[in-house]
């Protein structure tokens, strides 16, 4: 099965789906057109990333997820300009923003289900993790990693705010269907971790909660300033993404 076919059935979703506008908020799209990337269910990664100084043992594998998983499509949903530059001005988040968060999601989750069911009408099994009951997201880990997957997927590399950097960049989002239907892995372009990261610093200074250093990203630190700063603001909306607008890697790899 040719990956493209995957493709038309996702960039078909998103350029139809009512799920990606919000008429009665002026936002006419919420994202741009998606990138895929497909990774090998056995690929060794998958194992690796029980390492406790990776994720963790709480990290399920393909396998985990699916008895005879083959391949493991994931997509970045890039966010419009819309969102994206309504977010530049520094300090608290913008409410288109938060929107392409909240009812971001509700399109991406769409997504993920559309695909389910296309991969099932073709008789292949399917699971979108994040769909699934026994998905749980503990603290500051999940027990399945979208960005992780999207790595082992060739989709791009982690950045110094510890987002994930494709080529169209990391203001967006990431959803992961795992599936028995075989499916060529797209090649990985890069060795290292951090490799599409130029380690700039620009998001060092647009953190408005300190969370970021040039050693790293404290994700406790990030998540505090939720707590207190966000959530008793602006619930059922939340967000924050300063890191990944305004910087040189918002909306490409900065390192190529
Ligand atoms: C828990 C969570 C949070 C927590 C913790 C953040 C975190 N970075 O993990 C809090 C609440 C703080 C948070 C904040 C935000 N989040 Co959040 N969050 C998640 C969630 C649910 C799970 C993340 C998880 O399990 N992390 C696990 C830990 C272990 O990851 P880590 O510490 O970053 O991993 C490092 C190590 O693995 C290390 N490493 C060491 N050795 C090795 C070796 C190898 C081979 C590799 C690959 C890595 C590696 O590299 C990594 C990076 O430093 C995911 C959704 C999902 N199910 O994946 C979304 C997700 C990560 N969040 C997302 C977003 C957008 C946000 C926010 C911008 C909020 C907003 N929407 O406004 C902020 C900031 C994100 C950021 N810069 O990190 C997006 C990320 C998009 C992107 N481009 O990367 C995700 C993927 C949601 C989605 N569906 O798109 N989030
Ligand atoms: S702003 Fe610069 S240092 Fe921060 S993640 Fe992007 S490229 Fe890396
Ligand atoms: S989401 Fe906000 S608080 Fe968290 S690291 Fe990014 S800029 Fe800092």
Redesign the pocket.
């Known amino acids: 099965m040719k990956s493209t076919y995957i493709y038309t059935i996702i960039s078909n979703f998103i350029e139809q789906s009512h799920l990606n506008k919000i008429e009665e908020k002026g936002i006419e799209k919420i994202y741009e057109e998606p990138l895929i990337g497909i990774a090998d269910a056995e690929d060794s990664?998958f194992e690796?990333f029980k390492d406790t100084?990776?994720?963790?043992p709480n990290h399920k594998s393909p396998k985990e997820w699916l008895k005879n998983a083959k391949s493991v499509i994931t997509c970045f949903l890039p966010f419009s300009s819309q969102i994206r530059k309504a977010n530049h001005k520094p300090g608290l988040?913008a409410s288109e923003?938060l929107y392409g968060?909240i009812e971001g999601?509700e399109c991406?989750k769409g997504l993920l289900q559309h695909l389910v069911k296309e991969i099932n009408n073709l008789g292949e099994e399917a699971i979108a993790p994040?769909l699934d009951f026994n998905f749980t997201?503990e603290a500051?880990?999940?027990n399945?990693?979208?960005?992780?997957a999207a790595?082992a997927a060739g989709l791009g590399t982690?950045g110094l705010?510890?987002?994930?950097i494709t080529k169209k960049g990391?203001?967006?989002?990431?959803?992961s269907v795992i599936t028995t239907m075989k499916l060529d892995p797209t090649p990985r372009e890069y060795e290292n971790?951090y490799e599409y990261c130029t380690m700039c610093g620009v998001c060092i200074s647009r953190c408005p909660a300190g969370a970021i250093k040039k050693e790293?990203?404290d994700?406790l630190i990030?998540?505090k300033y939720?707590d207190e700063k966000i959530y008793p603001k602006y619930l059922p909306y939340y967000?924050?993404?300063k890191?990944?607008t305004a910087v040189p890697c918002e909306t490409t790899n900065p390192n190529k």
């Not at 100084?53 to 963790?56: A, F, L, N, P």
């Open positions: 990664l690796k100084e990776i994720i963790g988040p923003w968060r999601e991406n994040v997201e500051v880990k999940s399945w990693s979208e960005r992780h790595f982690f705010s510890k987002s994930l990391c203001a967006g989002r990431f959803g971790v790293g990203k994700n990030c998540k939720f967000g924050c993404g890191c990944q």
